[in-house]
């Protein structure tokens, strides 16, 4: 679990104090536990509920102000995303690893994110940081398949990473990254 938190304050202790992240994906990807699993535990709850519309989550992790907009996934809420873009400093995107069907639909939630024009303004120095989540479910695509699927190749205008996660009762096992 540690080494999932240095990963993402990696992204930011050169670059601020503050900082703000929007968490999307599409619903049921684990957005929510992901980020409950990032706050220091005293802040983390143990029931994890569905999002409606968003949240925020505000906590302090190695002398860094988090805010993160946890967003829903669900379809009619995905609007409110781009209410958030111009005041972001990173985006986690989280991917259900094990729906295979349902990956098209976020590789084009992914797309209009990154083709947003307040996003586009300042792509090249946002951070993207790609969480393939429930790799422990038998369904789980591979890496290779992930990426290829969502296209992340192709992401050639900001720096990105992506981490395989695996969750089993909503507690942190483990992590890698490609």
Known sequence: MSSLVETILDLFRKKAKKVKIICCGLDAAG???????????????????????????????????????????????????????QEIDAIVFVIDSSERLRLAVAKNELDMLLNHSDIQTHLQKLPILFFANKQDLQSALSAPEISNIMSLDQLKQCSWTIVFVFLFCTKLLSFYTI
């Open 31 to 85: 957005k929510t536990t992901i980020i409950n699993h990032l706050k220091p535990k005293r802040q983390q709850k143990s029931d994890i509920v569905p999002t409606v519309g968003f949240s925020v989550e505000n906590f302090t992790k190695d002398n860094l102000q988090f805010t993160v907009f946890d967003m829903s996934g669900q379809g009619r809420y995905r609007n409110l995303w781009e209410s958030f873009y």
